[in-house]
């Protein structure tokens, strides 16, 4: 439940282009939507301040394709993660990574 909000919610801010990521669940959602988006490759198991790092130096070299990317950049430069770290975390960068349904809120269900 707490991922598929998460994923949600950036995708609603990068459409909406309004508000912030609040907390380290969107953050790894919106990290793992940069690593398809650039194709960078880092350990799955990355914490917080390294992920942010990492970021931050990949963005640099990386021009937005779109409004919803250019949004996506902009949350994520201004975001400064916590050490808090879990499982979920790491489910919802794979999500990203792996995302079939880009910038769309409701997705079929899978079954």
């Known amino acids: ?4 909000i998460a994923r949600q919610s950036v995708i609603i801010k990068c459409n909406m282009q309004k508000s912030v990521l609040t907390g380290n669940y969107e953050f ?13 490759g880092f350990s799955e198991d990355i914490r917080p301040v390294e992920l942010a790092n990492l970021l931050h130096e990949e ?6 394709k779109d409004e919803q990317e250019k949004y996506l950049f902009s949350m994520l430069k201004d975001y400064k993660p916590t050490e808090e770290y879990d499982e979920q975390m790491k489910e919802l960068l794979l999500w990203g990574k792996g995302e079939q349904y880009l910038w769309t809120v409701t ?3 899978q079954g």
């Open 1 to 4: 439940m707490v991922t598929s």
């Open 28 to 40: 790894y959602y919106a990290a793992g939507l940069v690593t398809k988006l650039s194709g960078i």
């Open 59 to 64: 963005m640099k070299k990386t021009e937005p």
């Open 107 to 109: 997705v079929p269900e």
